[in-house]
């Protein structure tokens, strides 16, 4: 089984480009600018049935990947995931997150794991913290949504804060190396409270593509 391209948890807060704002006239010219900056990029997938909005598959990954030269992380944001996981992992996907409250996630899981990929597992903010319990011995990555999830550009939900530092207390009680990854209006201020709350990988979207310059807006949460 090849090496993962992902990182494992360091102490440092990895930042990751969430591909639903950039620019796809021009994906490379949209990404050149994180390529150094950025530690893997993340592209949203939705289904129009778990969120509603439809965003895109399992096409636009080496596209990602080519752009950004940034191992990718795919969210799915789909109601049933077992039928796409072969498809991300064949497209290149090196971590793959599945919903909490998805059809299967256990299954998927074991799945995207089996396939010598990394496995992480999102909660939509309504759903407790305590539904990561069982699976803490096998995740690669927690992810606290801290918008509703569906669409960039929301306000971010500051009462998630509880939920990550509770999710970051079961990661260490597990003492495995687990990323805590928050994705939702997070800027700098708010990549700031995230990061005190106990998150170490922040998914940017809107705040980062909207930025005059996408590598200063990187460079400055890099001092956080
Ligand atoms: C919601 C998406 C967004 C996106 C980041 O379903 O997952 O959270 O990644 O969007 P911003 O950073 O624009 O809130």
Redesign the pocket.
């Known amino acids: 089984m090849k090496p993962s391209p992902f990182p494992l948890p360091s102490g440092r807060v990895a930042l990751v480009p ?1 591909v ?2 950039a620019d796809f006239a021009c994906l490379k010219g949209s990404l050149a600018p994180v390529r150094k900056l950025a530690d893997w990029v ?1 592209v ?1 997938v ?1 289904d129009g049935v778990f ?1 509603p ?1 439809i965003s895109f598959g399992p096409v636009i990954v080496p596209f990602v990947a080519k752009a950004s030269g940034l191992p990718v992380d795919a ?1 799915l ?1 789909v109601s049933r995931p077992a039928g796409f996981i072969d498809a991300f992992a064949g497209a290149g996907a090196g971590l793959i997150t599945v919903h909490a409250e998805s059809e299967g996630a256990a299954a998927c899981i074991k799945k995207i794991k089996a396939l010598g990929l990394k496995a992480g597992l999102a909660l939509r903010p309504k759903t407790p913290v305590s539904r990561l319990a069982p699976f803490m011995k096998v995740l690669d990555l927690v992810l606290v ?10 306000a ?1 939900m500051p009462e998630m804060m509880k939920k990550v530092s509770a999710a970051r207390k079961l990661i260490a009680a597990s003492g495995r190396p687990i990323w805590l990854q928050v ?5 700098a201020q708010t990549a700031r409270t995230s990061a005190a709350a106990g998150a170490d990988s922040l ?6 593509f909207s930025a005059g310059s996408p590598a200063a807006f990187l460079r400055g949460l890099r001092k956080i």
Request: aromatic share 6%; hydrophobic share 40%; proline share 3%.
């Open positions: 969430s639903l704002s993340q949203d939705m969120v909005n969210h944001m949504m801290t918008v509703e999830p569906g669409f960039g550009g929301q971010f994705d939702g209006g997070i800027n998914v940017i979207g809107s705040a980062l």
